[in-house]
């Protein structure tokens, strides 16, 4: 029988519901407010906001595969050919699932299946930062994360919720020390988009870090971050910095972290955490019989590959022929500069291996992939942890200031992501 100490805390963990209830709250009206907004621009203009985020672009992609199966293709004047074997399987399955147990379409699973993900992703978002930093820090990210320019695709029959949940809980899995349970959430992450190989390499570098440990017989604490014996920092105060993680038994692993059970489940888990994408990758070479490579000759048809970023820096280079566009360009390098000093932040403020290696991996596969320019903010919004320097800072603002900023950002959000999505390219 539960004693009252033992709900008590249930309750306080990070992941608990009760304790994640006012993140969710704020991301949920966030969301509201993103949706009414985009119904209202869309209603101005004589446009249908519930069919920009179901049934257009990659939305229809994903629909037409829960529908029809895979084979389907678009052969383009210039020889290009658009195969649905880009889009991973994850999303579809769901939707023709929802469709199979209810009486929605497979465009409606798509919008509910997107709508619980992000509710999902925005509980393992707080789950993981509360986890590191407590539960304001949890809250501040979670509505950053909601208050994204792009946050309106989190609304949409896209993927990149659903990817989120999956790589934010498989993290969070890994902090704590739940193997086995991150191998399955990764291995479904790898499923979802071709990005989850970043999941994938976060639990390899977390798992393969933790057996050097025990190879090497030194004690760790769970942030990486060394903090002297008894407590004293370098400064002369007591404790570790107060921006540094949390720290404990490896990755939130439980006692005898490093027992024969604990390495067990520690490998068991890594091995599952490749099988998703994999999977995918040879079965779509078995398909098209390309091999092991099919996949990327399926992505070729795209046009989409990975160059380092120098078609994406030619692109950029190409903004600065006149001076209306030279302003998008100046506004593009002033948005990768960001992104790299938060992840320079990050690394400085000594986040654990895991969260580094999975935004790192991110990062590097929007920023240097070499076409759709303008999807890049959208495929660096599963980037998560990157937001992570900036909620501890504002966790630290007065809660009147810190709501005025955020309700701001939102009502900035919902106007940009409506006339995001009425215009005239995918986001």
């Not at 992840?343 to 990062?363: E, K, S």
């Amino acid at each position: 029988m539960t004693t009252d100490l033992e709900t008590r805390a249930a309750a306080a963990r990070p992941g608990a519901p009760r304790r994640a209830a006012p993140a969710l709250l704020g991301y949920a009206a966030v969301r509201a407010l993103g949706l009414v907004v985009l119904a209202l621009w869309s209603e101005a203009r004589g446009t249908s906001a519930y069919t920009l985020l179901t049934a257009r672009w990659d939305s229809l992609w994903y629909t037409r595969v829960a529908e029809l199966g895979y084979g389907y293709e678009v052969r383009l004047p210039n020889g290009g050919v658009h195969s649905n074997l880009a889009f991973f399987p994850l999303l579809p399955w769901l939707e023709r699932l929802a469709a199979a147990v209810s009486p929605l379409s497979y465009a409606d699973g798509g919008f509910v299946v997107s709508l619980l993900a992000s509710l999902a992703a925005a509980w393992g978002i707080f789950a993981v930062a509360d986890h590191l930093y407590g539960p304001r820090a949890g809250v501040c990210a979670v509505l950053l994360w909601a208050v994204l320019p792009v946050g309106i695709v989190q609304s949409m029959a896209y993927s990149e919720s659903l990817f989120t949940a999956l790589a934010a809980w498989a993290l969070y899995a890994v902090l704590t020390g739940r193997w086995v349970t991150a191998g399955l959430l990764a291995g479904l992450a790898g499923l979802t988009r071709p990005v989850g190989l970043a999941v994938v390499a976060a639990v390899w570098a977390a798992g393969a870090a933790a057996f050097l440990r025990e190879r090497a017989g030194s004690s760790f604490v769970g942030d990486g971050s060394a903090v002297p014996a008894g407590g004293a920092r370098g400064d002369g105060h007591a404790g570790p910095p107060p921006d540094a993680p949390r720290t404990g038994a490896p990755y939130g692993a439980p006692q005898q972290p490093h027992s024969p059970g604990v390495r067990l489940r520690r490998a068991a888990g890594m091995l599952l955490a490749p099988l998703g994408a994999a999977g995918y990758v040879l079965w779509v070479g078995a398909r098209t019989g390309d091999g092991p490579l099919g996949y990327l000759e399926v992505q070729a048809g795209w046009r989409n590959g990975f160059d380092g970023g120098y078609a994406f820096a030619r692109f950029v280079a190409g903004r600065f022929t006149s001076f209306p566009s030279a302003l998008a360009g100046v506004a593009l390098i002033a948005g990768v500069a960001l992104v790299v000093w938060l992840y320079v932040l990050c690394v400085r403020r000594r986040q654990p291996l895991p969260l580094l290696v999975y935004a790192g991996t991110v990062t590097a596969l929007a920023l240097c992939a070499s076409s759709y320019f303008g999807s890049k903010p959208r495929l660096l919004m599963p980037a998560f942890p990157l937001l992570l320097p900036l909620a501890l800072v504002l966790a630290r603002a007065r809660t009147r200031l810190l709501a005025a900023g955020l309700g701001a950002a939102a009502a900035a959000s919902a106007a940009y992501g409506a006339f995001w999505l009425n215009g005239s390219g995918p986001p």
